[in-house]
């Protein structure tokens, strides 16, 4: 049974930093890619960073500079490292892997809030 488990979230002032970690497990199939996705309140999930097996990343426009997606194979842990974090990130953040077939598996979440 795959089990991806989100930690690190809480709350940050504006400017701070923060690391989240998902410890995945559970899996035996081909990954086609593994990211942070985030849903704040009242707007829809969105995507905030992608990394491919083969070490390619994407991330949305508005983290671009700010965020960096990492991940550590020893571990089977994947890792978003947020710097100069605004209110605007507030959110509850979720990991995700998508199977090669193209299934996808999502943690339980972790909240973020930026405040002062």
């Known amino acids: 049974q795959v089990q991806l488990v989100e930690s690190g979230g809480g709350l940050v002032q504006p400017g701070g930093s923060l690391r989240l970690s998902c410890a995945a497990s559970g899996f035996t199939f081909g990954i086609s890619a593994m990211g942070w996705y985030r849903q704040a309140p009242g707007k829809e999930r969105e995507s905030v960073a992608v990394?491919?097996?083969?070490?390619?990343?994407t991330y949305a426009d508005s983290v671009k500079g700010r965020f960096t997606i990492s991940r550590d194979n020893a571990k089977n842990t994947v890792y978003l490292q947020m710097t100069t974090l605004k209110p605007e990130d507030t959110a509850v953040y979720y990991c995700?892997?998508?199977?090669?077939?193209?299934?996808?598996?999502w943690g339980q979440g972790t909240p973020v809030t930026v405040s002062s």
């Open positions: 995700n892997i998508r199977a090669i077939s193209g299934i996808s598996y």
């Open positions: 990394l491919t097996p083969g070490g390619s990343t």
